[in-house]
């Protein structure tokens, strides 16, 4: 057991867990924060999506041990109110279903529009396609990461 201080939202939380415990079970079991979702635990499928320095990583895999100072990021700390871009295009493309993938989703299309704030179709379906859903939304998907690009 060991302890790490990491930097989760801008905060900074102190979770006492073996050095190979997943990112996603320290977010979920110690800290709570439940948005960032278990799909398949082989990174595999983006559900666990957050981000690290910035870039989409998938948490499931992701050891604790290798966070070191980075700051992390998850849907949680994505905008204080809903109203990331995202978030608004989401509800206005309606694009949720079941909606157990769509953390992911978002935190995918949010490190892609981070780096390039506006991207052609085919850099959205590029960077989406490691994202499963499970009901199909693809199309709605990618329609609202394309809608947020032009809000951001």
């Known amino acids: 057991m060991a302890t790490y201080k ?37 990174a595999q499928c983006g559900a666990c999506m957050v981000h690290i320095n910035g870039s989409a990583v998938p948490s499931c895999v992701f050891p604790v041990s290798a966070v070191g100072n980075s700051p992390v990021l ?6 204080e109110k809903g109203d990331h871009p995202l978030q608004l295009a989401w509800d206005e493309i309606d694009v949720a279903q079941c909606g157990y ?3 992911g989703q978002i935190m995918s299309a949010a490190a892609l529009l ?8 085919e850099e959205i379906a590029n960077t ?13 998907i990618r329609e609202a990461v394309k809608l947020a690009s032009t809000k951001a």
């Not at 110690?30 to 979702?37: I, Q």
């Not at 998850?74 to 905008?79: K, M, R, Y």
């Open 114 to 121: 981070k780096k390039n704030p506006k991207p052609t179709d």
């Open 6 to 42: 990491l930097k989760i939202n801008g905060k900074t939380l102190q979770a006492d867990v073996e050095p190979d415990t997943p990112l996603l079970w320290v977010l979920r079991d110690n800290f709570r924060l439940v948005g960032t979702k278990y799909g398949c635990g082989i």
């Open 128 to 140: 989406m396609h490691t994202n499963i859903c499970r009901c199909g939304a693809y199309h709605r």
């Open 101 to 103: 993938c769509q953390a």
């Open 74 to 79: 998850t849907i949680e700390g994505l905008s």
